[in-house]
C-alpha cells in the first residue's frame, strides 16, 4: 500500500525558514518523480515545486522560485522541501503526492499546515 | 501558465441525478488533463487521468471526456458521498495548474 505522510509544520514568523519532509513507503520510491502541492485555507491547489526520481532535475513556479529548495533522500525514501523567506502568503497544508504518469498525482499525502504569522 | 476554468463553480443536486462538470483550458492541453475529488479536511483523490481514463478504484459512475481545451467529468447516478468538490488539473506544461474547482452540493 502505497503511503505518504508529511512532516515539519509549524507556526512560523514572516522571513523565517521551515523544512517539510514527506516519508514515503509501499512503492520503490526512486522510480517516481514527486511534487508538493499546497492549499491556502478555503482556496484551490496550487503546485509549488516538482522533483526527478533522480532528484537531477528539479521544478519550481514562479511563487517560490528563489525560496524553496526541493530535495529528495532516495535511501530513507523521503521527500524534502525547504522554505526560506516566507511570506503570509505561503500559509497553506502542504501536500506532497507521487507523479504517477508524468505531473499527474495518483497518490497523496494527509497534508501538513504551515502558518505564517508575527 | 495555463489557466483552467472549471464551470459551473457550484451545483445542487439531488442523490440519483446526473452532474456534468467542465473545465477549459486557456490553451491545448492536449489529453493531458486529469480530475480530482476533495472531501472537506481530506487529501485529492485522483479520479480520471488523461481526459479519460478513470484511476485505480474509481467506480463506473465517473466519466471523463474531451481534449485539447474542453473536458468534461460525468458523474452518473450520484451517490452521497460524492458531494464533493472536484478540480481538473493538466500536466502538459510545467508548472502543472488546476481549475478553481466545482462544489457539487445536495
Known amino acids: 500500500e502505497v503511503q505518504l505522510l508529511e512532516s515539519g509544520g509549524d507556526l512560523v514568523q514572516p522571513g523565517g525558514s521551515l523544512r517539510l519532509s514527506c516519508a514515503a513507503a509501499?512503492?520503490?520510491?526512486?522510480?517516481?518523480?514527486m511534487t508538493w502541492v499546497r492549499q491556502a485555507p478555503g482556496k484551490g491547489l496550487d503546485c509549488i515545486s516538482g522533483?526527478?526520481?533522480?532528484?537531477?532535475?528539479?521544478y519550481y513556479a514562479d511563487s517560490v522560485k528563489g525560496r524553496f529548495t526541493v530535495s529528495r533522500d532516495n535511501s530513507k525514501n523521503t521527500l524534502y522541501l525547504q522554505m526560506n523567506s516566507l511570506r503570509g502568503e505561503d500559509t497553506a497544508v502542504y501536500y506532497c503526492?507521487?507523479?504517477?504518469?508524468?505531473?499527474?498525482?495518483?497518490?497523496w499525502g494527509p497534508g501538513t499546515l504551515v502558518t505564517v504569522s508575527s | 501558465e495555463i489557466v483552467l476554468t472549471q464551470s459551473p463553480a457550484a451545483l445542487s443536486l439531488s442523490p440519483g441525478e446526473s452532474a456534468t462538470l467542465s473545465c477549459r483550458a486557456s490553451?491545448?492541453?492536449?489529453?493531458?488533463l486529469a480530475w480530482y475529488q476533495q472531501k472537506p479536511g481530506q487529501s485529492p483523490r485522483l479520479l480520471i487521468f488523461?481526459?479519460?481514463n478513470r484511476a485505480t478504484g474509481i467506480p463506473a459512475r465517473f466519466s471523463g471526456r474531451g481534449s485539447a481545451t474542453d473536458f468534461t467529468l460525468t458523474i452518473s447516478s450520484l451517490e452521497p458521498e460524492d458531494f464533493a468538490v472536484y478540480y481538473c488539473?493538466?500536466?502538459?506544461?510545467?508548472?502543472?495548474?488546476f481549475g478553481q474547482g466545482t462544489k457539487a452540493e445536495i
Open positions: 488539473q493538466q500536466r502538459s506544461h510545467w508548472p502543472p495548474t
Open positions: 488523461d481526459a479519460s
Open positions: 490553451q491545448s492541453v492536449s489529453s493531458y
Open positions: 503526492a507521487r507523479a504517477g504518469s508524468g505531473w499527474c498525482f495518483d497518490f
Open positions: 522533483i526527478s526520481g533522480s532528484g537531477g532535475t528539479k
Open positions: 509501499g512503492f520503490t520510491f526512486s522510480r517516481f518523480d
